[in-house]
T-cell receptor, first 112, second 115 residues
Framework: AQTVTQSQPEMSVQEAETVTLSCTYD???????LFWYKQPPSRQMILVIR??????QNATENRFSVNFQKAAKSFSLKISDSQLGDTAMYFC?????????FGTGTRLTIIP | DTGVSQDPRHKITKRGQNVTFRCDPI?????LYWYRQTLGQGPEFLTY????????KSRLLSDRFSAERPKGSFSTLEIQRTEQGDSAMYLC?????????????FGAGSRLTVL
């Protein structure tokens, strides 16, 4: 069984600032993957970044990076130089078998 | 390839009616997933196919729900005798091919409103 917890329902930050979204997870799988998905107001889910649990190096995609703490089962997302287009719901997700299990999301608003 | 397509985008129906949603995955993807998302919540897994075989179904998928993927291409999700609690966004996703089995690409969703 997998659970994903996002404890920040809403966050807001000024444009160009850095923001970190938190996520904790629990899984019984030994090999699993972690993801952050973005869902803008148009509602299509878009992959932001992924992390293979067996890799120690934190994943980075341009302005997006993660802090993966395997022992603590923590997987936070850092957005640097935030832009207005980053305004969206952000979902943390875990995949250990064929299912992707999502958290409840964090609504991020970038303030001009 | 235009990504994952879902049809219709919006459906309003009366309680007790049947509805069917269609999903066309990315052509090279052999896995196809259905999720349900209610307002303010993350998507919840419903079912998944590998090619034409339905390999897993969630307990959320009651007897009124049925999904098919004939010939391993498009998929349909049918809800019979709809209830107001079925109102939600139904998301389809696919994976496989060069992007790998672990990266799901989502469609825009089909929003169901049951009156």
């Amino acid at each position: 069984a997998q659970t994903v917890t996002q404890s920040q329902p809403e966050m807001s930050v000024q444009e160009a600032e850095t923001v970190t979204l938190s996520c904790t997870y629990d899984t019984s799988e030994s090999n699993y993957y972690l993801f952050w998905y973005k869902q803008p107001p148009s509602r299509q889910m878009i992959l932001v970044i992924r992390q293979e649990a067996y890799k120690q190096q934190n994943a980075t995609e341009n302005r997006f990076s993660v802090n993966f703490q395997k022992a603590a089962k923590s997987f936070s997302l850092k957005i640097s130089d935030s832009q207005l287009g980053d305004t969206a719901m952000y979902f943390c997700a875990s995949r250990g078998n064929e299912k992707l299990t999502f958290g409840t999301g964090t609504r991020l608003t970038i303030i001009p | 390839d235009t990504g994952v397509s879902q049809d219709p985008r919006h459906k309003i129906t009366k309680r007790g009616q049947n509805v069917t949603f269609r999903c066309d995955p990315i052509s090279e993807h052999n896995r196809l997933y259905w999720y349900r998302q209610t307002l303010g919540q993350g998507p919840e897994f419903l079912t998944y196919f590998q090619n034409e075989a339905q390999l897993e179904k969630s307990r959320l998928l009651s007897d009124r729900f049925s999904a098919e993927r004939p010939k391993g291409s498009f998929s349909t999700l049918e809800i019979q005798r709809t209830e107001q609690g079925d109102s939600a966004m139904y998301l389809c996703a696919s994976s496989g091919g060069t992007s790998g089995a672990n990266v799901l690409t989502f469609g825009a969703g089909s929003r169901l409103t049951v009156l």
